[in-house]
């Protein structure tokens, strides 16, 4: 049984179609690449299988939590990188000590434990873009989304950051434009 499927999804944005009729079936543990030019759709369609959208028509079932890292970041401006890598663990749970030593391991595997006491602010974009990831996998997710989670990284930070996503024991969709990225995935799919 697949962790998130849709049939027949579509979605607008006013009377602009932005994705029509996609169907799509991810199974447990699979790799996938996101592909297609800027304006295809990707990030719609990214936030509507985490359930942050609507689809205009058809339907997105998942059999697991789902785990999103935005294109944009989303971090909280007024908090370290270790804090918002702790917010997300304490809602998922963890408490105290426990959300901090999560915290700063996987801090450490993206390379950023020397900032992890720095406002986000203060971070270039890779190093947010790196704590987004943090963020996400520090949880354990079932189902990780990523909307182009190594567009800001350098080669080898890039290399660090695809490590630690295929590491991960989830479900993976990356949006990317990045041929090398499609290839590491199991397979791609392609939005025109």
Do not use: W
């Amino acid at each position: 049984m697949p962790v998130l499927s849709c049939h027949g999804v579509s979605c607008h944005a006013g009377e602009r179609e932005i994705v029509a009729d996609f169907a799509f079936e991810l199974a447990e543990g699979e790799r996938v690449a996101l592909m297609g030019p800027s304006g295809s759709g990707k990030t719609t369609l990214l936030t509507t299988l985490a359930g942050l959208r609507p689809p205009s028509a058809g339907h997105v079932s998942r059999t697991a939590p789902v785990t999103l890292v935005f294109q944009s970041y989303g971090l909280l401006a007024l908090l370290t990188a270790a804090e918002n890598v702790e917010v997300a663990l304490r809602a998922a749970g963890h408490t105290g000590r426990d959300a901090m030593r999560r915290a700063d391991a996987v801090l450490a595997s993206l390379g950023l434990s020397e900032y992890a006491g720095h406002l986000v602010e203060e971070l270039s974009g890779g190093q947010q873009q790196r704590v987004a990831v943090a963020r996400a996998l520090a949880v354990g997710p079932r189902v990780l989304l990523a909307d182009e989670p190594t567009a800001e990284q350098d080669s080898g930070n890039r290399e660090l950051v695809l490590k630690e996503l295929l590491a991960a024991e989830a479900a993976l969709v990356i949006a990317t434009h990045d041929p090398e990225v499609a290839d590491r995935c199991d397979r791609v799919v392609t939005l025109r």
